[in-house]
């Protein structure tokens, strides 16, 4: 009775602790999501950045136009005269995502417009994200450890970044579908479950439609399969998580256009076939020692890893074919720069220029992860006892994690999801500590009492075995019990021994009583801190929309609104088929703002077409004008800062111009724009500097602002104040000066010679009448 009655308390208490781990993950998922509305409730509903502009332009066109004619889209109105076929070159998992969700609250009679869609997805997506680490933590280390990390995903600055509400980026589903196939990976390992196994390529196959990071996962899942496996750890689970995945998976990846046979063609997948042939070979091997003797395992042994090591050799060989008929040895430029982090600034500067590809500096970690990065170790630390294949998995994942971020700061963003899992299993691990200790040494406590028991009995087992062994040969008389009734007996014996054995270490394991509750108070402390952190990195330093920005000071807040002041000139002043040139930064937001045709965008597919833009902006006045007249262009769109010390200008950017443009057009010399080797746009600047056309447009009729021509971000005085532009004319300024747009003078009239007399008009006319009836082609 008293045993049902247990079972029953114990059953009630499961039940209360699923319901309220339930309400918990559904707080969860609101503070995720409100989390993230400062730039709508501070600013107002808008896309933020540059690369969601195209996104933004791409969903509007498939919830118009329908999904085949998506798949066929070819854009004319960007990389002016080459165009672009839009089906085949983007990752469509984020714009079918949102396309959806539209069709959806449409078909409900909700009639929301697809901006606002495409601005709400990233926070929507962050709450599934923070689900999703709740089960990949548990399978890992429980529901406390899964509740704990999937809050701390919630507030993660690092997330946030980039999930804010307006953040319309491929990373804002990436980051979810990432955790979750992570998640259906661990979920097979621990059942070995087929069905998960068919849901984990699945989700795969979602990531891989929605960024191209997925080689993340097809390279990080066969580094802990082989690990697995060289460590000893090899099971039928391990080659059900595994299999399905690499077979199911890279098919449904080959069925992305913009993947296509890269699935099978490139070495980013080479890892996941190489060890797909390993654990065959390891299956096999295993199969057979379960089916031959000793001494015919050891031949067939022989014979398997013969022929598995010639398979290995001929697919290396076949391998190495492919890799060296390739320049980058069937690596990508960003790939590359991931295994070299000096590779990008020595060969593909284009990629090097990217802010977000730059290397991250030690206080970054610490503003976008927080007090993560020192609980971190802690987590690791709990991971190994007992290390399992979930937790082995965890760990890996968080060093490969702490390496990519190290040489990429836009790779915080991967490692932000693993320091929340280890961070959350130290905190999780640290409070059952702490709360233990307070528990078993509260006065009257059951557990203590029982604990107590325990170590008693424990105690006296010794001499009640001595009595034991004293009264053998008495019990040696007495009838022997039945096997059946020997295997009843020592049942509830080695149920209780365990626990017994369980509870004395626990009990080891006490902490004092002022220490656990200081540090419970710390733990919650340090918490708070994390928290604050979280919502003023909300709040103040990602919240703000990088189209509309905002200065403050003595007067009050400054609101700078030149983007779209400009983008709104350009689509109201100039004709539709205009091309308007600019340097790429800017191509995504020109197209989808101002509507109109532009030369290079934020895609930087074709370097030699960015060179051709940068070594206009390097050159001579006549120079460039030629260049963008060969290109049809009519306008040309400058961002520059110095007026109110923006210092994202394209004067800040310019030698990154120089440098793409000398690379494709050797002329463009990165040193003759340099002082002693110094970037100056004073008076010791170099003549090629001050009379390139970036300095030009940049600082035409600067002097009239303040008398003196100051550079706020430059913080001197420019070199060349007055001057007179010859082949580009002034149309549009914004406000503030931070967007000039220039218009291409049209050519001048060609003049053959002056004669030094004219004999007389009318013979003049005549000979120029003759002449001209002379060179008509037409007659």
Not at 287 to 302: H, N, P
Not at 656 to 662: A, N, P, S, T
Not at 681 to 708: H, Q, W
Request: with cysteine.
């Amino acid at each position: 009775m008293a045993a049902l009655e247990t079972s029953r308390g114990t059953t009630l208490r499961n039940a209360f602790g699923n319901v309220f781990s339930f309400f918990i993950l559904i707080l969860i998922g609101v503070l995720a999501f409100s989390i993230r509305l400062f730039s709508v409730i501070k600013y107002e509903s808008v896309i933020h950045e540059f690369d969601p502009y195209f996104n933004y332009r791409v969903t509007q066109f498939l919830t118009k136009s329908g999904i085949y004619e998506f798949w066929n889209w070819f854009d004319d109105r960007t990389w002016y005269p080459l165009g672009r076929v839009i089906g085949g070159t983007v990752y469509p998992g984020l714009t079918l995502t949102a396309g959806t969700i539209w069709w959806l609250l449409n078909s409900l009679n909700i009639p929301l417009s697809v901006e606002t869609v495409c601005v709400f997805t990233a926070p929507i997506f962050s709450a599934f994200a923070s689900w999703a680490t709740y089960l990949l933590t548990k399978e890992v280390k429980g529901t406390g450890a899964g509740l704990t990390a999937a809050a701390l995903l919630a507030m993660v600055p690092s997330y946030i970044s980039r999930s804010v509400a307006g953040s319309y980026d491929n990373e804002a589903v990436a980051i979810f579908a990432l955790i979750f196939t992570f998640y259906l990976y661990i979920k097979t390992l621990n059942t070995g479950s087929l069905f998960y196994a068919t849901l984990n390529a699945i989700a795969y196959f979602y990531m891989v439609c929605s960024w191209g990071g997925y080689t993340f996962i097809i390279n990080l899942i066969p580094m802990h399969v082989l690990l697995c496996i060289v460590t000893g750890r090899y099971s039928s689970r391990l080659y059900v998580a595994y299999a399905p995945l690499v077979v199911l998976g890279t098919l449904l990846a080959s069925l992305v256009p913009v993947v296509g046979f890269n699935a099978v063609m490139t070495s980013e997948h080479f890892a996941s076939f190489l060890v797909f042939i390993i654990i065959h070979v390891v299956a096999l091997v295993y199969y057979i020692k379960g089916v031959l003797s000793e001494k015919m395992f050891k031949v067939a042994v022989t014979l398997i890893l013969s022929l598995g090591a010639i398979v290995c050799c001929a697919v290396i060989a076949v391998l190495i074919a492919l890799v060296a008929s390739s320049p980058t040895m069937g690596w990508s430029g960003r790939s590359l720069s991931l295994l070299d982090p000096t590779y990008a600034s020595k060969y593909i500067p284009i990629i090097a220029s990217v802010s977000e590809h730059q290397p991250p500096t030690w206080p970054s970690y610490f503003m976008d992860i927080n007090v993560l990065a020192f609980l971190v170790p802690a987590g690791i630390i709990a991971c190994f006892s007992p290390l399992s294949d979930a937790s082995s998995f965890v760990v890996l994942y968080i060093v490969t994690s702490v390496y990519f971020s190290g040489v990429m700061v836009r790779l915080m963003l991967v490692l932000a999801p693993a320091a929340c899992i280890m961070s959350g299993i130290a905190l999780s691990e640290a409070f059952e500590v702490f709360t233990r200790s307070i528990k078993f040494q509260l006065p009257g406590s059951s557990v203590h009492s029982q604990v107590d028991v325990g170590v008693k009995s424990s105690e006296n087992s010794l001499p009640q075995n001595d009595v034991a062994k004293t009264d053998k040969t008495e019990d040696t008389l007495k009838e022997r019990p039945s096997r059946k009734n020997r295997k009843k007996e020592k049942e509830p014996v080695a149920v209780e021994k365990p626990s017994v054995r369980s509870k004395i270490e626990k009990k080891l394991l006490v902490l004092p009583l002022e220490a656990s509750i200081i540090s419970i108070f710390l733990l919650v402390l340090l918490g708070a801190f994390y928290v604050v952190h979280c919502v003023w990195a909300a709040a103040e330093a990602y919240s703000a929309p990088s189209i509309v920005l905002t200065s403050h000071s003595h007067d009050g807040l400054h609101v700078f609104d030149d983007f779209r002041e400009a983008y709104a000139w350009l689509s109201h002043n100039t004709e539709v088929d205009d091309k308007v040139a600019s340097w790429w930064d800017y191509g995504y937001q020109t197209t989808a703002m101002a509507n109109r045709t532009v030369i290079v965008d934020n895609n930087t597919w074709n370097n030699t077409h960015i060179a051709t833009v940068g070594t206009a902006m390097s050159s001579p006045e006549k120079a460039a004008w030629e260049i963008f007249n060969s290109l049809d262009v009519k306008y040309v769109l400058v961002v520059f800062g110095g007026l109110v010390g923006y210092p994202s200008d394209d004067i800040n950017k310019f030698l990154w111009m120089v440098r793409i443009g000398g690379g494709v057009f050797p002329h463009i010399k990165e040193p003759d724009y340099l002082k002693d080797g110094q970037y100056r746009i004073d008076s010791e600047a170099t003549p090629t500097m001050l009379n390139c056309l970036m300095y030009k447009l940049s600082y035409y009729r600067f002097v009239e602002t303040d008398g003196k021509a100051f550079d706020r971000v430059r913080r001197t005085e420019i070199g060349k104040k007055h001057f007179k532009l010859t082949h580009f004319e002034e149309v549009f300024t914004t406000h503030h000066w931070m967007v000039r747009i220039y218009k291409l003078k049209p050519p001048k009239n060609r003049i053959r010679g002056k004669t030094k007399k004219s004999k007389s008009k009318s013979s003049g006319t005549t000979t120029k009448r003759s002449r001209s009836g002379k060179k008509n082609p037409w007659h």
